[in-house]
RNA sequence: GGGCGAGUAGCUCAGUUGGUUAGAGCGCCUGCCUUACACGCAGGAUGUCGGGGGUUCGAGUCCCUCCUCGCUCACCA
């Protein structure tokens, strides 16, 4: 790549399809993006590291404009810190996904008229590693369309040999200190997935559904207690009906029995403190411990049996301590028909009181949407609280902030709440769990490296069928993509801890708490000193894009369209702190109308500057004394030193200075669309609609005069094209290697051109103020007099006497 | 049900510690193909700043209340 200037004219209009694409060649061939440990300051190095770990997509993943939009933040934020002398590094990479990619390969196979387990496990597994490979680039690629300046001799996989090491090494770890341990209790279950969730793959949503009144006949015929349900068909595995102790209805039934209808087993009736709320329904609360997360603390307070009625498919049937509850006309009927059936036994039994209309909330698979069915079952689980306390303590110390500010107390308030994490998955794509059972000698192994036979007896072992919540790779992210476990990784030396986490707020808890988490525990430090979280795309009915609603734009059309820097200014410009993007799917035109005339402009001035300027090389502004500049060009360099001011004030500080955020910094920085704002501002109604019209005249003259306003000129327009590289990364590469600028040691790509500062030598210029106001006087006047621009004056206007 | 946030021009949003005629982009209206740009230039219109009450010399900006949306958490069967 020559520095000097094309001799060549630039076209009148700017082609995006045939510039990007190469000068994003040769961005990875001169290695731009690659980082180097070696200049880390913690590495011994001379430049402060900056580093972001990008969300990994999916890896079955096709871009949308999400990614698009989560992209292009953190690649402006990179481009920035790098322009700015860090050494910069942004990690790509992609997820396995667990249960996500389980799903698609699923369906693929139905499709074949196959279930997984026709297949058998290692089939299966094969198959679904087979599909990732060959879509699994693809993601990544198309993030190179949108421009991303990430460093891809980098790019990790959740699922690679090295990540996995990562998670088996967390695994032993945690189980070591005590914090992982297999627990016997009621998980949510979604029966479409045949696997557990954890709480947050469970999610709530509103439904209107009935409370069923059912009236239990005391077993000895002398009345009867009616409890109320939203879920009539689990009656058939409860154990006991619980009433508040001081309950004046109640107190003189207590320790007496209840036959069941239908089922017709006897329960007790006993009491309970905590589990029950007088003045909910009828104040009598059926027991189901097996099915139900409340009643499963009750039940165990007081030693019940846990009798299980609903099978992994969530059918009817009689598991686990059930005998023969389930009468034989109700075995193998979905949950929601038998729901229907039990209502009608009852109403049949005379035992139905009422119905009552109730809207509840009903927990819903994350992936699936099935109703999840909360079920007894043996899992691993990850003990929180200990994890959590650091987590906290970093954002209330401010070590880590949050924004936009109020999403913090969501977190505050979820980890000071936080609940044993349900890690092991009854799925086949994903970690195995590094656990072996030996029937021999029924000893349990947990180990970093496979085994074959049981340490103790040497008998065989065999190891848990489960594998892991795809979130217990995800959450070691930050340090399992720069080395870890291996403490002596250079790169973890270099680059942890990170700098920057953008994302969404949909997974604060799934992931971002979690990594926090994670960091303390794996690192003894926090992975990063910000999360950034920002707004969702949604359309002009603020409907959140899907492709599922066929509301989507895709960013590969609005590239071929408009070009890559059309998109990512409309995305970047549009986007207020924590606000979310509208944009119109039916309308790319208008939808992406900001970026593309702002690039066209941008085109234009540069068409200008290199017809008019010349191309002999211009002088550096050094290189002029004050007072050979005239009061237009002291005003633009004013307002030049304004506009990066108020970029530097929009965009940073990068890092709390200290390590501990300031109240000031907190609030300061990421402002997106007011640093772009402030270039924009600069670089088109000063310096295009104001300055260049100004310097017309003096170009077109010969002698000083004419080098001056040259020099001004290219000098702006420089560091108006640095500021902007961080947004508009191709046309400010393709106009900023031509300008005729002298600069010494000038790097031949200005995504590794200084970030620009401001110079106060030129004095403050205020008198060319008056010169706009006065035109814009006249300006006024002849608008109000319809006088056309190219029509001078002839008469002499009359102000009256 | 708990917690949080938002309601400012037709649309999306800025409005810093309360202070002169409330701003931007897109849209709209008028006039211009002025030799970089009509994806442009110049000019212009539009807001009882959600309703009500209060504090103050003065409030979009502080307090109370109500209404409407949104987010988030939640074992009331």
Same mark, same amino acid.
């Given at each position: 790549?020559?520095?000097?200037?094309?001799?060549?004219?630039?076209?009148?209009?700017?082609?995006?399809?045939?510039?990007?694409?190469?000068?994003?060649?040769?961005?990875?061939?001169?290695?731009?993006?690659?980082?180097?440990?070696?200049?880390? *300051?913690?590495?011994?190095?001379?430049?402060?590291?900056?580093?972001?770990?990008?969300?990994?997509?999916?890896?079955?993943?096709?871009?949308?404009?999400?990614?698009?939009?989560?992209?292009?933040?953190?690649?402006?934020?990179?481009?920035?810190?790098?322009?700015?002398?860090?050494?910069?590094?942004?990690?790509?990479?992609?997820?396995?996904?667990?249960?996500?990619?389980?799903?698609?390969?699923?369906?693929?196979?139905?499709?074949?008229?196959?279930?997984?387990?026709?297949?058998?496990?290692?089939?299966?597994?094969?198959?679904?590693?087979?599909?990732?490979?060959?879509?699994?680039?693809?993601?990544?690629?198309?993030?190179?369309?949108?421009?991303?300046?990430?460093?891809?001799?980098?790019?990790?996989?959740?699922?690679?040999?090295?990540?996995?090491?990562?998670?088996?090494?967390?695994?032993?770890?945690?189980?070591?200190?005590?914090?992982?341990?297999?627990?016997?209790?009621?998980?949510?279950?979604?029966?479409?997935?045949?696997?557990?969730?954890?709480?947050?793959?469970?999610?709530?949503?509103?439904?209107?559904?009935?409370?069923?009144?059912?009236?239990?006949?005391?077993?000895?015929? =002398?009345?009867?207690?009616?409890?109320? #349900?939203?879920?009539?068909? #689990?009656?058939?595995?409860?154990?006991?009906?619980?009433?508040?102790?001081?309950?004046?209805?109640?107190?003189?039934?207590? @320790?007496?029995?209840?036959?069941?209808?239908?089922?017709?087993?006897?329960?007790?009736?006993?009491?309970?403190?905590?589990? /029950?709320?007088?003045?909910?329904?009828?104040?009598?609360?059926?027991?189901?411990?097996?099915?139900?997360?409340?009643?499963?603390?009750?039940?165990?307070?007081?030693?019940?049996?846990?009798?299980?009625?609903?099978?992994?498919?969530?059918?009817?049937?009689?598991? /686990?301590?059930?005998?023969?509850?389930?009468?034989?006309?109700?075995?193998?009927?979905?949950?929601?028909?038998?729901?229907?059936?039990?209502?009608?036994?009852?109403?049949?039994?005379?035992?139905?009181?009422?119905?009552?209309?109730?809207?509840?909330?009903?927990?819903?698979?994350?992936?699936?949407?099935?109703?999840?069915?909360?079920?007894?079952?043996?899992?691993?689980?990850?003990?929180?609280?200990?994890?959590?306390?650091?987590?906290?303590?970093?954002?209330?110390? *401010?070590?880590?902030?949050?924004?936009?500010?109020?999403?913090?107390?969501?977190?505050?308030?979820?980890?000071?709440?936080?609940?044993?994490?349900?890690?092991?998955?009854?799925?086949?794509?994903?970690?195995?769990?590094?656990?072996?059972?030996?029937?021999?000698?029924?000893?349990?192994?947990?180990?970093?490296?496979?085994?074959?036979?049981?340490?103790?007896?040497?008998?065989?072992?065999?190891?848990?069928?489960?594998?892991?919540?795809?979130?217990?790779?995800?959450?070691?992210?930050?340090?399992? #993509?720069?080395?870890?476990?291996?403490?002596?990784?250079?790169?973890?030396?270099?680059?942890?801890?990170?700098?920057?986490?953008?994302?969404?707020?949909?997974?604060?808890?799934?992931?971002?708490?979690?990594?926090?988490?994670?960091?303390?525990?794996?690192?003894?430090?926090?992975?990063?000193?910000?999360?950034?979280?920002? @707004?969702?795309?949604?359309?002009?009915?603020?409907?959140?894009?899907?492709?599922?609603?066929?509301?989507?734009?895709?960013?590969?059309?609005?590239?071929?369209?408009?070009?890559?820097?059309?998109?990512?200014?409309?995305?970047?410009?549009?986007?207020?702190?924590?606000?979310?993007?509208?944009?119109?799917?039916?309308?790319?035109?208008?939808?992406?109308?900001?970026?593309?005339?702002?690039?066209?402009?941008?085109?234009?001035?540069?068409?200008?500057?290199?017809?008019?300027?010349?191309?002999?090389?211009?002088?550096?502004?050094?290189?002029?004394?004050?007072?050979?500049?005239?009061?237009?060009?002291?005003?633009?360099?004013?307002?030049?030193?304004?506009?990066?001011?108020?970029?530097?004030?929009?965009?940073?500080?990068?890092?709390?200075?200290?390590?501990?955020?300031?109240?000031?910094?907190?609030?300061?920085?990421?402002?997106?669309?007011?640093? #772009?704002?402030?270039?924009?501002?600069?670089?088109?109604?000063?310096?295009?609609?104001?300055?260049?019209? =100004?310097?017309?005249?003096?170009?077109?003259?010969?002698?000083?005069?004419?080098?001056?306003?040259?020099?001004?000129?290219?000098?702006?327009?420089?560091?108006?094209?640095?500021?902007?590289?961080?947004?508009?990364?191709?046309?400010?590469?393709?106009?900023?290697?031509?300008?005729?600028?002298?600069?010494?040691?000038?790097?031949?790509?200005?995504?590794?051109?200084?970030?620009?500062?401001?110079?106060?030598?030129?004095?403050?210029?205020?008198?060319?103020?008056?010169?706009?106001?006065?035109?814009?006087?006249?300006?006024?006047?002849?608008?109000?007099?319809?006088?056309?621009?190219?029509?001078?004056?002839?008469?002499?206007?009359?102000?009256?006497?």
């Amino acid at each position: 790549m020559s520095n000097a200037p094309a001799t060549t004219p630039l076209s009148p209009q700017y082609d995006p399809t045939s510039t990007e694409a190469n000068l994003y060649r040769e961005w990875l061939d001169a290695g731009i993006f690659t980082a180097d440990p070696g200049s880390s *300051r913690r590495s011994g190095g001379k430049r402060e590291s900056f580093v972001i770990v990008m969300p990994p997509p999916n890896v079955t993943a096709v871009l949308h404009m999400g990614h698009g939009l989560n992209n292009t933040v953190q690649d402006v934020l990179i481009r920035w810190r790098r322009m700015c002398g860090d050494e910069a590094l942004w990690v790509p990479g992609t997820d396995h996904a667990g249960i996500a990619t389980q799903n698609v390969v699923e369906k693929q196979i139905a499709a074949e008229g196959q279930t997984r387990f026709d297949m058998g496990r290692e089939a299966f597994v094969a198959r679904t590693t087979e599909f990732v490979t060959e879509t699994g680039g693809t993601i990544l690629e198309q993030l190179k369309a949108i421009g991303s300046s990430c460093d891809w001799s980098r790019t990790a996989y959740t699922l690679s040999p090295e990540l996995s090491k990562a998670v088996r090494e967390a695994f032993v770890q945690l189980h070591e200190r005590g914090l992982i341990y297999r627990g016997h209790r009621v998980i949510h279950w979604c029966s479409r997935c045949l696997t557990s969730l954890s709480d947050e793959e469970a999610e709530h949503s509103e439904e209107t559904g009935a409370l069923y009144h059912v009236s239990y006949p005391l077993t000895n015929g =002398s009345g009867s207690i009616t409890i109320a #349900t939203t879920r009539p068909e #689990t009656m058939l595995a409860d154990v006991a009906v619980a009433v508040h102790p001081d309950d004046d209805r109640y107190k003189h039934l207590i @320790g007496k029995t209840l036959t069941l209808p239908i089922a017709n087993v006897e329960i007790p009736i006993i009491a309970d403190l905590e589990g /029950v709320d007088p003045a909910f329904g009828t104040g009598a609360v059926k027991i189901t411990p097996a099915h139900d997360a409340n009643d499963f603390e009750m039940g165990t307070r007081h030693k019940l049996p846990m009798p299980v009625i609903l099978s992994p498919e969530g059918t009817m049937a009689n598991g /686990v301590d059930a005998g023969s509850r389930v009468p034989a006309e109700l075995l193998g009927a979905d949950r929601f028909e038998a729901r229907e059936r039990v209502v009608q036994m009852l109403k049949h039994l005379g035992a139905l009181v009422k119905i009552d209309p109730h809207t509840h909330a009903v927990r819903h698979c994350y992936r699936c949407d099935t109703v999840v069915e909360p079920r007894l079952s043996d899992q691993w689980f990850v003990k929180m609280k200990p994890l959590a306390e650091p987590a906290l303590q970093a954002v209330r110390d *401010r070590k880590i902030r949050i924004l936009p500010e109020r999403w913090e107390a969501v977190y505050i308030n979820w980890l000071e709440g936080i609940r044993d994490w349900n890690i092991s998955r009854q799925l086949w794509w994903g970690h195995r769990i590094p656990v072996w059972y030996c029937d021999a000698c029924a000893h349990v192994t947990v180990s970093r490296d496979d085994i074959v036979n049981c340490p103790k007896c040497g008998g065989q072992a065999r190891q848990d069928e489960d594998v892991l919540d795809t979130w217990f790779s995800s959450w070691l992210w930050p340090f399992s #993509t720069l080395g870890w476990p291996d403490k002596g990784s250079v790169d973890l030396k270099a680059f942890y801890p990170t700098d920057d986490l953008v994302t969404a707020p949909e997974i604060l808890f799934f992931w971002v708490a979690r990594m926090v988490m994670g960091g303390f525990a794996f690192m003894d430090e926090a992975p990063f000193h910000t999360v950034y979280l920002h @707004g969702t795309v949604r359309d002009m009915k603020h409907v959140k894009m899907s492709k599922s609603l066929g509301n989507g734009i895709d960013p590969l059309d609005v590239i071929n369209l408009f070009g890559t820097d059309a998109l990512r200014y409309t995305v970047i410009a549009g986007l207020g702190m924590g606000a979310d993007v509208m944009l119109d799917p039916t309308d790319l035109e208008k939808s992406f109308a900001p970026g593309r005339n702002f690039v066209t402009k941008l085109w234009n001035i540069g068409r200008f500057l290199l017809a008019n300027v010349g191309e002999e090389t211009v002088q550096p502004l050094s290189a002029i004394s004050v007072d050979r500049l005239r009061r237009s060009d002291r005003w633009i360099l004013n307002c030049l030193n304004e506009a990066i001011r108020e970029c530097d004030a929009a965009l940073g500080p990068a890092r709390p200075r200290d390590g501990v955020w300031t109240e000031t910094e907190l609030k300061s920085g990421l402002r997106l669309s007011e640093y #772009t704002e402030a270039a924009r501002r600069f670089v088109w109604n000063d310096l295009a609609d104001w300055y260049l019209e =100004s310097t017309k005249s003096r170009l077109a003259s010969t002698g000083d005069d004419r080098d001056v306003a040259r020099s001004v000129l290219a000098h702006c327009f420089d560091a108006a094209l640095r500021l902007l590289q961080p947004v508009v990364p191709f046309i400010t590469d393709s106009l900023w290697r031509r300008l005729p600028v002298a600069i010494e040691n000038r790097d031949a790509f200005i995504a590794r051109a200084p970030w620009p500062v401001g110079n106060e030598a030129f004095g403050v210029e205020q008198e060319f103020e008056l010169v706009r106001e006065t035109i814009n006087a006249v300006r006024q006047l002849r608008a109000d007099y319809s006088l056309p621009p190219g029509e001078r004056i002839r008469a002499h206007l009359d102000f009256g006497a």
